[in-house]
């Protein structure tokens, strides 16, 4: 068990290698070399055009009073006041960054309240001191003595323990009933103020039923015409380019490869680059390079152009959905919140997701498989939540030093080194963790996919969602109960209702440690190397240097990607819900979380403002998923405190803990009805004075001019636009032209997180092959 | 333990109990006198006015050629075509029907299916007869030896019980897709072909904001105008009549009195009837009735007229709600399913029920109000199933024999009897917990009301659930597992997930006995005495000799009430669950059962035709409900065989049934997607193609005074039609002006069983003194 020196030395590591992080990245953030790294997101906006600012024109800056100023950043990151960071950033980043602010909202004055209650009426019993001296070998740190397994059997001090426990349940709900409030109020200030946009016209209709006589795009015509005669304006039928995306992905790969052979030849005159032609280019007859790719790519070109003719002229290739468009927001909003015909499962609307958000792929996928992939979905991820334990059980038996020192009595010289003592029980169980942790987004994503889900937005909620499940039941229940994940869930099985809760509760103050540990290996030294950015460091500078030949070139090497909800919001929930459940339990681990979330706050806000760059604005539709699950994390650390304090004989205070779990059910029952609509519905209301507002200030716009275009598949896209638009006002025609220049170029045809294979760009291919 | 010979005495009791009625029934159906208690709908349709029919002209049927055709009710009964049985009594009870219907469609083929296959497998196995012969003094029935309890542990003819639960689940979610099917397309095709209706137009809207400059008309008409304008078209306020109501009640009951002691002195003139003032008239000075009630009656008119002009003429009696009407079905269809203003907490808009269906004291409740409302009948309902349960197990304990004859020791010879001894063995269970359900549903109903729910049907549905979860909890396993209700609930919070299933599983076989006399008792005679309608029949047979004066009176005393789906449906899923967990078990239960609903069936729809008189109609908006109640009993079957083959040594089996409720509640999923919404949703387009086809029927239609008067409080009704309207072409009338004389009437303001209190005629007043 760790003593508090152990966690001290953890402690100190972590603090030390974070104090490096932050140093570094002070000093490398200054250096004009670095700067496409640090600001892309100023590069991409067109503010910032060469990294040489006034003054300092060198690769490296030798000023040495900008040293000075090494923490400025952290001002500069919460100075840019709200209004202005959603201008910038838009809602979904200002609103991602509040989550960071609940977590200090709820958890600063808990933690005062805590210590100021909580750890007195602990500290001052002696039951752990008492059993040891009885001699029940109880081994104990500091830790525990300032947690609830201090107070002895039966104590009327758990009465303090249970008022807090309700004291931190209203004070959560009144944080999380406010931060609801002005999150739903923001988003409508948002839709409101925000200007013409493609998807306030338009619905997305699915599920078109196919007729001998029509083709799709008559038949969707005809029926909006009859049942929305006053509103309907134009509408895009949807093409299956999904095989000429393909092409053009794969003509793209050669093109880079192409350019990197040339590259290569002209760096080295003397030798012509060649390559075999068999399976990854391991086997098969040589051939010189840069003859193959050309040809390659006159090939490719030829059947694209084809492919690209046939798509468009074949009636097949059309798929059975439609993006329509009304005269009005009005029509708009009456349309996609309504049903259409008698039959629910054909022509389904939807508002359409905004153009660089939609997941084309999936747009037409027919109901019934609908209904049965998703099934096939739930089987599999049951599976992966509760199969994909073993492994880390074993890689954390391992990090049992008992267990390493039985299994090689070699290393034991070694491992009794109390400074490596330490550092191993700090830190070896969190890493563990981590690398499984790192392999699964990609998998939940795919499985999102599987289920059918039309919007990028859509599926990074459905894939936070289950990577959230995931984590509770892996990390934190797997890291409280021993054993695999299976064998816990057989446990569980066998055990009943009430035996479940005291089985863990039972458990949570042991762990206190380790979950310490874990906050600062995964929270603290995780958001240090999130400011760094060594990954995207290394990768831009080796792309930089070897393979940018043009502007276009930097600009997509450049690209900082999106802040990735699926995975971090799952992963700050995990915070949310430790904080949460040790709260009553060990006081001692709130702070740590309190910096976690002060640290985070900072230096997303940094990243948000000079790194990220938003792939789709979902204004802020993720909240009532945040909301849910505090929610959630709230009802399981109040069954646990009812298990933990019921093997305490504190049973007496079931009947007053029960209330809690019911009235916080309750409470979300009403938030749930109170705001959730702002979310997933548009009032008839707010789209009427939107109309009313636009025809008094452009009375002649030409609408069906501006939404003509709008839904095209990028691949289409790409053929008219490739070099027509000008950078300069780019900023200024994205509000007009949604999917303008950069996006469309970025979502060939969609960012490469969401193709499987990632489309490569000539830098990728170039360091697969160096790498 | 029941011997097969018990259920025999049982079942003959029960079949000679039945048949007696039966032939009772269809004697007293003959009689003339007995008409109006017989063939009420038809006298409320108008089809008959006297019940002299042609020949017949006495009180007596003399005529000996009608006693042959005894049964030729039962033909009649099941003559009349479906469309014809929707145009005569409503598409509510033409599918509340199709419920038996169901379960003879379900559970025929189980039976022969399990007759052919499980019963021979059963019953050649000698598992109880060895056990016996080992000296275990196992008692068993010959029943037992059909059902599962007779195959030894382990045996691999486990195997048939396995497949047979995958064929029985497979085929009654084959029935109930086929039914849901049939049941939405009859939905639609009667919207389709209904005529017009006021609710067709109307829209009612909750919570609109209290505005300091505006009335709540002024408000409500300018809401609309502005974001419905081209389709808004009237409004109708809602006041707050409670008070009114209650006094208008109030005076009814005075006229009452005064009316039955005019009678009273009309027949001995010698005597002017008196009365005492004070309480309940046992104490306090003694009046003249007559001048008594004439001043009292007096007293309220002054009063009523006074209070009707406060109500009329000041706004605070003016509620936060109205009815508004559109032009077209197309515009109610939108607003109603939208939302209509960025706050989701007012001005909150859904389909208005049609006006006799209108709960009209609940129009009121504020939002926050009715989250609070709710939560608190959730608890209430969740007390009062589980302490509910504490005297039906008393009661049980008392039915057991042994307990008797100890706790009475004189009856020993009385009990001995090997007749009485069946007899109470048979019986008294089962009627101790009818005696306990009777109680119920007004309970349950007054519950549904307190949440706030604003439509009359959408309260019975309401009620039906709580009531389904109580029969669940209470008598399937309160029936099933001895003790208390609360120690059961204490013991499976005690116990593991998977011993749940297995501690009802193991008692089920051995429950079967009982069930079957349940069945008889609850089902089978429960239904022969529906068809007698002996209540009815004596209060209206008093009633009528006593007290009836006009027609009018003769009318209201005829009035048949409707089925009561709160009460009636519930009742019926219970025999939906037992036929599902035991068709597998003990399939000798399921003749049983399909007795009980082919007899049902028969009756109801008898009853349907010439008896009940519908209140309301939600077009079968309840059939949701059915389908996912059956699916319930489908799960808990799936589980409890689990369960039970777990603990006969066939644990292997496990894997394969867990499949069976995963795909179960998947088909639900689909159901509830695929044809939910078909009972919950208006589609655009059937809504403009009515509009259409109105349009060209009617070019000249006069909308808004048809809608003018339609959503007035019935109260308010009463001034105006008083006896206005003649009775001949009511029929016609009613299609036309919704709220007709008659059920205005009738609705002053709502049935009884909706006011707490029963607004008490003429005859039930006298009845009141005289019983």
């Not at 083709?215 to 049942?227: D, G, K, T, Y």
């Not at 509760?505 to 060594?534: C, H, N, Q």
């Amino acid at each position: 068990m760790a003593t508090l020196g152990d966690i001290g030395v953890a402690a100190a590591f972590n603090i030390i290698s974070v104090v490096v992080f932050l140093v570094a990245f002070a000093f490398l953030r200054l250096q004009p070399m670095f700067d496409m790294v640090y600001f892309p997101k100023w590069y991409l906006k067109g503010v910032r055009i060469s990294p040489n600012r006034s003054g300092v024109k060198k690769f490296v800056n030798l000023e040495w009073r900008s040293y000075l100023r090494i923490l400025e950043w952290v001002p500069a990151a919460l100075k840019m006041p709200e209004p202005e960071l959603i201008e910038h950033a838009g809602l979904d980043s200002a609103v991602y960054l509040r989550i960071y602010l609940i977590g200090l909202k709820i958890f600063i004055p808990i933690t005062f309240l805590a210590f100021a209650v909580l750890v007195p009426v602990n500290w001052t019993n002696k039951t752990l001191e008492l059993s040891r001296d009885n001699g029940t070998k109880l081994v104990y740190s500091d830790i525990d003595k300032l947690s609830i397994s201090n107070i002895p059997e039966g104590s009327q001090r758990f009465f303090a323990h249970l008022v807090m426990a309700y004291v931190f349940t209203f004070w959560t709900c009144y944080v999380l009933l406010k931060e609801y409030e002005i999150v739903a109020s923001m988003r409508l200030q948002f839709l409101e103020t925000e200007q013409r946009r493609a998807d306030q016209f338009t619905v997305l209709v699915r599920n078109v039923p196919p007729d001998p006589d029509e083709s799709v795009s008559e038949l969707v015509e005809h029926f909006f015409l009859v049942n929305h005669s006053d509103h309907y304006l134009t509408h895009q039928v949807v093409y299956n380019a999904n095989e000429l995306q393909k092409l053009v992905k794969k003509k793209k790969s050669k093109q880079n490869w192409l350019a990197y052979n040339e590259l290569r030849y002209e760096k080295n005159p003397s030798k012509r680059p060649t390559k075999k032609t068999g399976f990854l280019g391991l086997c098969g007859e040589k051939v010189d390079s840069i003859d193959f790719y050309r040809e390659e790519i006159e090939r490719l070109s030829k059947e694209e152009t084809i492919l690209r003719e046939k798509t468009k002229g074949n009636p097949k290739s059309i798929m059975p959905a439609a993006f329509v468009s009304f005269r009005t927001r009005w029509g708009a909003a009456v349309c996609a919140q309504t049903q259409q015909c008698r039959n629910p499962t054909i022509w389904l609307t939807e508002w359409a997701p905004e153009p660089r958000d939609v997941y084309w792929e999936n747009l037409a996928v027919p109901f019934v498989l609908l209904t049965l992939k998703r099934l096939i979905a739930a089987v599999a991820f049951f599976f992966l939540t509760f199969f994909f334990m073993i492994p880390i059980a074993f890689v954390q038996s391992l990090a049992n030093l008992e267990g390493i020192e039985k299994a090689a009595p070699f290393l034991r010289p070694l491992i009794e080194v109390k400074f490596i003592k330490s550092f191993i029980q700090g830190l070896l169980p969190g890493i563990a963790l981590k690398i499984f942790l790192i392999l699964l987004p990609t998998i939940l994503m795919m499985l999102s996919k599987f289920e059918g889900l039309v919007s990028i937005s859509a599926l990074e909620r459905r894939s936070a969602s289950k990577y959230y499940i995931f984590l509770l039941v892996n990390v934190f229940l797997g890291s409280i109960i021993a054993g695999t994940a299976f064998q816990q869930l057989d446990s569980f099985i066998h055990q009943s209702a009430n035996e479940i809760p005291k089985t863990i509760g039972v458990s949570i103050p042991m762990k206190a440690t380790f979950f310490i540990t874990y906050i600062m290996v995964d929270g603290w030294s995780g958001i240090a190397g999130e400011i760094m950015r060594l990954k995207p460091l290394i990768i831009f500078k080796l792309k930089d240097m070897f393979l940018v030949k043009t502007e276009k070139d930097r600009e997509e090497a450049m690209d900082p990607g999106s802040i990735g909800f699926d995975t971090s919001e799952p992963q700050i929930q995990l915070y949310f819900l430790l904080g949460l459940v040790y709260a009553v339990v060990t006081p001692f681990l709130l702070p740590f979380i309190i910096i976690f979330f002060a640290m985070a706050y900072i230096v997303y806000r940094h990243q948000i403002i000079n790194v990220y760059n938003q792939e789709y604005e979902s204004r802020g539709a993720f909240w009532p998923d945040v909301h849910g699950r505090i929610i959630t994390a709230l009802v399981i650390s109040q069954l646990l405190l009812m298990g933990l304090l019921s093997t305490k004989g504190a049973a007496q205070s079931t009947p007053f803990l029960v209330v809690l779990p019911v009235l916080t059910i309750w409470f979300h029952w009403f938030c749930k009805n109170r705001y959730e609509p702002a979310f997933k519905r548009y009032p008839l209301q707010e789209a009427l004075r939107q109309d009313t507002r636009e025809r008094t200030k452009e009375p002649n716009l030409d609408l069906k001019g501006y939404l003509l275009n709008a839904y095209i598949h990028p691949v289409f896209k790409d053929e008219d636009d490739d070099d027509s638009l000008s950078g300069q006002n780019e900023k200024e025609l994205e509000t007009i032209l949604v999917p303008t220049k950069r996006q469309s170029r970025r979502n060939t045809p969609v960012p490469s997180k969401y193709n499987g294979s990632s489309s490569p760009s000539l830098a990728d291919a170039a360091l697969d092959q160096q790498l």
